[in-house]
């Protein structure tokens, strides 16, 4: 009996495979044209490998351990063989780690490679998560025939671009990835990463940031200096940006995407790139963190369907282009479209008193909390990579005095929101430089407040009276009769995003940290509101915009 074979199995709740007996090539050698070779294992089933499609996956990450296994042995067990290449440097592939950058030129000369194999059997798909899915989408535009399917997953085709919005930039995630990178080949390193957490929550609070990649390494890291120092619109990001091949992507793709995953945005506006170019594409998006092992689970079922049958020649199994898992509901439902039909912006206005409501707003006084960056508002749950991720308690969180919340009355009806969620926040800062987040939340009929979405955008010229227009992550909720609607309104989520100092210099060097008195507005002139995308009709459940 294979044990680890079963354990994946009931760890990713798959069917039981055709075989469990699989051969194992390691350290193949695969010659790059500047002369650099790069590592692959192939696994394949003992008897009648050399007869399947190929699954390529090129990895940072490394071949073996934990997250290499869990990706090859399930699909190699299921109708395919798979190779799985380290990338340029880690894991003794040949050069030099320098991320996102090699991926376009040193993948398609893989393709080639493996298409010249004598074990290659005419079709190859390509697969796997996070920066895998991004290496997918760096030659999406130049995929050789043989390439029959993508399957992308929790992954995007700009990837880090996300993080680096000068009017947004988030700090843990590129921050915990490079720090993740710089010590993955060490002994034990994953638990040395998971021991290390607090080690590196404090290096994130180093003033100035550029101290932090030694406060949590010991030594400088070239990436972790990019991200602090160079925003989206640099050139030192010039050409990682593959969004403008989507596109002219030839091959049928299915995506899988989660509510909590932080590149969605991105994954679904891939997914509208494709469908806007009459491009065969498919989405599946169920209630997922980026590391959820149903992320994996669902990708290898798809694998063996949608990815599959395309290698064979074949169509498979019918079901709507997009899949998604309304939460709330806690089931699944099919529609034609994302973001999809039916679905019209519904603007829930901040009132005073701390209520929300359909109605305009009447004259009132703004709202006031002062924001502290030496204690700053804390991340809790939601969009993140690390710590504590998806749907939490948000109780402790709007206990604090920097949190302003606005709830509905108990809703009368079922209301199901699916699509883009925003919100426009009138708001005052006392300095020029500051932040707004704002979060989406259902409370239960016991009064606990569970987030769903959020987002923040930093504003200048925060000194005078501003119209917000802050982006939240899109989500399908159904807010149960009984339940109330709350949004959430401070000035961060640190260390998710990095903290505004107020002083206007880059958040890297800032040494200095001001104290902001903030003002959000809800009167007439200043109209401040969350705007849900709100089913039209009673149609199914007989859902209806009330609030």
């Known amino acids: 009996m294979n044990l680890t074979s079963h354990l994946i199995q009931r760890m990713l709740r798959l069917a039981t495979p055709s075989t469990r007996q699989l051969i194992v090539d390691r350290d193949l050698r695969v010659p790059m044209p500047d002369g650099v070779d790069l590592l692959a294992d192939r696994w394949?089933?003992?008897?009648?490998?050399?007869?399947?499609?190929?699954?390529?996956?090129?990895?940072?990450?490394?071949?073996?351990?934990t997250l290499g296994t869990v990706l090859t042995r399930p699909l190699a067990e299921r109708g395919f063989q798979v190779l799985i290449q380290s990338t340029r440097g880690p894991f003794g592939s040949?050069?030099?780690?320098?991320?996102?950058?090699?991926?376009?030129?040193?993948?398609?000369?893989?393709?080639?490679?493996?298409?010249?194999?004598?074990?290659?059997?005419?079709?190859?798909?390509?697969?796997?998560?996070?920066?895998?899915?991004?290496?997918?989408?760096?030659?999406?535009?130049?995929?050789?025939p043989s390439v029959k399917a993508m399957i992308p997953q929790v992954s995007e085709s700009a990837l880090t671009m996300e993080f680096l919005r000068a009017d947004g930039i988030s700090l843990e995630t590129p921050f915990d990835w490079g720090v993740l990178v710089a010590t993955q080949e060490r002994r034990w390193a994953m638990l040395r990463h998971r021991l290390g957490a607090r080690r590196l929550q404090r290096a994130l609070r180093t003033i100035p940031l550029t101290g932090s990649d030694i406060a949590a390494l010991g030594y400088r890291s070239e990436y972790i200096q990019d991200i602090l120092a160079h925003d989206r619109d640099a050139d030192r990001w010039a050409g990682i940006d593959h969004s403008h091949r989507v596109p002219e992507t030839t091959v049928p793709v299915s995506s899988i995407a989660g509510w909590f995953d932080i590149f969605l945005p991105g994954q679904l506006r891939d997914y509208q790139a494709l469908r806007a170019a009459g491009r065969d594409a498919r989405l599946t998006l169920g209630p997922w963190t980026h590391t959820a092992p149903d992320v994996i689970g669902?990708?290898?079922?798809?694998?063996?369907?949608?990815?599959?049958?395309?290698?064979?020649?074949?169509?498979?199994?019918?079901r709507a282009p997009v899949r998604l898992y309304v939460?709330?509901?806690?089931?699944?439902?099919?529609?034609?479209?994302?973001?999809?039909?039916?679905?019209?912006?519904?603007?829930?206005?901040?009132?005073?008193?701390?209520t929300l409501s359909t109605e305009p707003p009447g004259v009132s006084r703004p709202?006031?909390?002062?924001?502290?960056?030496?204690?700053?508002?804390?991340?809790?749950?939601?969009?993140?990579?690390?710590?504590?991720?998806?749907?939490?308690?948000n109780t402790a969180l709007e206990s604090r005095p920097d949190v302003l919340t606005y709830t509905t009355s108990a809703l009368e009806h079922d209301l199901e929101v699916i699509g883009e969620v925003s919100a426009e926040i009138y708001f005052r800062s006392s300095q020029p430089y500051a932040d707004v987040f704002v979060r989406l939340c259902d409370v239960d009929p016991r009064g606990r407040s569970y987030n769903i979405c959020d987002g923040l955008l930093s504003l200048t010229s925060a000194d005078q009276i501003r119209a917000a227009q802050v982006r939240l992550w899109p989500t399908a909720y159904l807010f149960k009769r009984g339940h109330r609607i709350r949004i959430q309104v401070s000035s961060g989520a640190f260390p998710r995003f990095a903290r505004n100092p107020g002083t206007g210099r880059p958040r890297a060097t800032a040494a200095t940290l001001l104290t902001a008195h903030q003002e959000v507005y809800h009167d007439p002139e200043h109209p401040s509101a969350v705007i849900l995308p709100v089913r039209l009709s009673t149609g199914r459940k007989g859902l209806a915009a009330d609030g």
Request: net charge negative.
């Open 327 to 354: 939460m709330g509901e806690d089931s699944w439902h099919d529609f034609d479209s994302w973001p999809p039909a039916g679905y019209a912006p519904h603007r829930y206005h901040l009132q005073p008193g701390a």
């Open 367 to 393: 709202d006031r909390y002062q924001y502290d960056p030496v204690d700053p508002t804390p991340a809790v749950g939601g969009v993140r990579m690390t710590g504590t991720t998806g749907r939490v308690d």
């Open 298 to 318: 669902t990708a290898v079922r798809e694998a063996t369907d949608f990815g599959l049958a395309h290698a064979k020649g074949e169509q498979p199994a019918q």
């Open 44 to 65: 394949a089933p003992r008897a009648g490998g050399d007869a399947l499609p190929t699954v390529v996956i090129r990895t940072p990450y490394g071949r073996r351990g």
């Open 94 to 144: 040949g050069g030099t780690l320098d991320p996102l950058r090699c991926e376009r030129e040193d993948g398609l000369a893989t393709l080639e490679w493996v298409g010249n194999q004598p074990w290659f059997a005419d079709t190859m798909v390509l697969f796997g998560l996070s920066y895998l899915g991004y290496a997918q989408w760096a030659m999406t535009d130049r995929l050789p």
